[in-house]
């Protein structure tokens, strides 16, 4: 048999075979079990003695020369096929976009937040969700017959009855003074559980930012310029600020503080109940008692701290009237931020 005849006879082949499936076929013709080339090898035993070795190599080089010429054909195949019109897919379709999240909008406003105290030096700290009571309530100067301390009020743990869902952020300011001396800013985001009935402006889980300060000489004025400063930051800087002289335990004297009305700019409308104010955040001057507690000498050191709820934040800084808005995940709302 020619060699040379059959390697233009290849070569003719491969020429016209113009898919991958007509070059699959021509792949079995040649280099299959039965073959050609399998037949050409088979045929080897069958010659003269002094033929069989240089016929067997000519065999090797043709079967060589063959598959390289199949390896090149299929690789300008392929590279056809990515020319509109050869694919087997039309490349030109347009593809699947994958979905692109967004920040959810309480982790935003947490962002926002923690941002603007980091850059007064303040630093952002978190605590566990899961609390003891003392560092909830005891350590915060919250009576033992204090209503928040009832089990219709807070989600104690079943079986281990010192442990509780901490039922606001403020626990962590125990927690870090027994760690840290004075001086201390700190904010911390997180979230926090009360049984209340889920209704447009309640839910059993919610998120809370509390932020703290403690050195010597800290004044009340000082908690005032930094709560404007960060109220303006947040909202807009034409809002204007009140504090209302309030109860808390933890804090004497206590405060809550409001903010003009972000859409009837104090006047009075139905968002603000005709008020023109609404109310943002609880603050004031850290009791000496929970200094006591975390063995800081309250005559040395004096601090503030504030606490406020970040669904309020945003519901307000949005527009939004449903606080359960932020956790059906519909993602048709989600998608606005
Ligand atoms: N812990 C309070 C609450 O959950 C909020 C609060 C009020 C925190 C006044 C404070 C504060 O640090 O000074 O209602």
């Given at each position: 048999m020619d060699i040379n005849l059959i390697q233009a006879q290849i070569e003719a082949d491969l020429s016209n075979a113009n898919s991958p499936q007509a070059l699959e076929e021509l792949r079995i013709k040649y280099l299959g079990r039965k073959g050609l080339i399998a037949e050409l090898t088979g045929s080897i035993p069958a010659l003269a003695a002094e033929q069989r070795g240089s016929f067997g190599k000519e065999v090797n080089a043709l079967k060589n020369r063959l598959l390289n010429l199949l390896n090149e054909k299929e690789k300008s195949l392929a590279g056809d096929s990515l020319k509109p019109g050869n694919a087997d897919v039309d490349i030109g379709m347009p593809g699947i976009a994958p979905e692109l999240g967004t920040v959810h909008p309480i982790t935003r406003i947490i962002g926002e937040i923690s941002t603007v105290f980091n850059h007064m030096g303040f630093c952002v700290l978190e605590g566990p969700e899961v609390e003891t009571e003392h560092n909830n309530f005891t350590g915060l100067n919250i009576p033992l017959e204090h209503p928040s301390r009832d089990a219709f009020d807070t989600f104690y743990l079943k079986n281990y009855?010192?442990?509780?869902?901490?039922?606001?952020?403020?626990?962590v300011q125990v927690r870090t003074m027994k760690k840290h001396k004075p001086p201390l800013a700190i904010v911390v985001p997180g979230r926090v559980y009360r049984p209340d009935a889920v209704d447009a402006s309640h839910l059993f889980m919610f998120h809370q930012i509390e932020g703290f300060l403690v050195d010597e000489n800290v004044r009340f004025s000082d908690l005032k310029g930094i709560l404007s400063f960060f109220l303006k930051s947040v909202f807009s800087s034409d809002i204007k600020m009140r504090f209302r002289p309030h109860f808390f335990?933890?804090?004497?004297?206590s405060a809550e503080v409001d903010i003009s009305c972000l859409i009837c700019k104090g006047k009075g409308c139905s968002a603000c109940g005709r008020k023109g104010w609404l109310e943002i955040l609880g603050a004031g001057m850290i009791h000496p008692n929970v200094f006591k507690q975390v063995d800081y000498d309250p005559k040395k050191y004096t601090g503030f701290a504030f606490g406020m709820g970040i669904e309020r934040i945003a519901m307000l800084k949005y527009g939004i009237n449903d606080i359960r808005l932020f956790f059906e995940n519909d993602l048709r709302f989600l998608k606005q931020f």
């Amino acid at each position: 048999m020619d060699i040379n005849l059959i390697q233009a006879q290849i070569e003719a082949d491969l020429s016209n075979a113009n898919s991958p499936q007509a070059l699959e076929e021509l792949r079995i013709k040649y280099l299959g079990r039965k073959g050609l080339i399998a037949e050409l090898t088979g045929s080897i035993p069958a010659l003269a003695a002094e033929q069989r070795g240089s016929f067997g190599k000519e065999v090797n080089a043709l079967k060589n020369r063959l598959l390289n010429l199949l390896n090149e054909k299929e690789k300008s195949l392929a590279g056809d096929s990515l020319k509109p019109g050869n694919a087997d897919v039309d490349i030109g379709m347009p593809g699947i976009a994958p979905e692109l999240g967004t920040v959810h909008p309480i982790t935003r406003i947490i962002g926002e937040i923690s941002t603007v105290f980091n850059h007064m030096g303040f630093c952002v700290l978190e605590g566990p969700e899961v609390e003891t009571e003392h560092n909830n309530f005891t350590g915060l100067n919250i009576p033992l017959e204090h209503p928040s301390r009832d089990a219709f009020d807070t989600f104690y743990l079943k079986n281990y009855t010192n442990f509780l869902l901490r039922s606001h952020t403020s626990p962590v300011q125990v927690r870090t003074m027994k760690k840290h001396k004075p001086p201390l800013a700190i904010v911390v985001p997180g979230r926090v559980y009360r049984p209340d009935a889920v209704d447009a402006s309640h839910l059993f889980m919610f998120h809370q930012i509390e932020g703290f300060l403690v050195d010597e000489n800290v004044r009340f004025s000082d908690l005032k310029g930094i709560l404007s400063f960060f109220l303006k930051s947040v909202f807009s800087s034409d809002i204007k600020m009140r504090f209302r002289p309030h109860f808390f335990p933890f804090t004497e004297p206590s405060a809550e503080v409001d903010i003009s009305c972000l859409i009837c700019k104090g006047k009075g409308c139905s968002a603000c109940g005709r008020k023109g104010w609404l109310e943002i955040l609880g603050a004031g001057m850290i009791h000496p008692n929970v200094f006591k507690q975390v063995d800081y000498d309250p005559k040395k050191y004096t601090g503030f701290a504030f606490g406020m709820g970040i669904e309020r934040i945003a519901m307000l800084k949005y527009g939004i009237n449903d606080i359960r808005l932020f956790f059906e995940n519909d993602l048709r709302f989600l998608k606005q931020f």
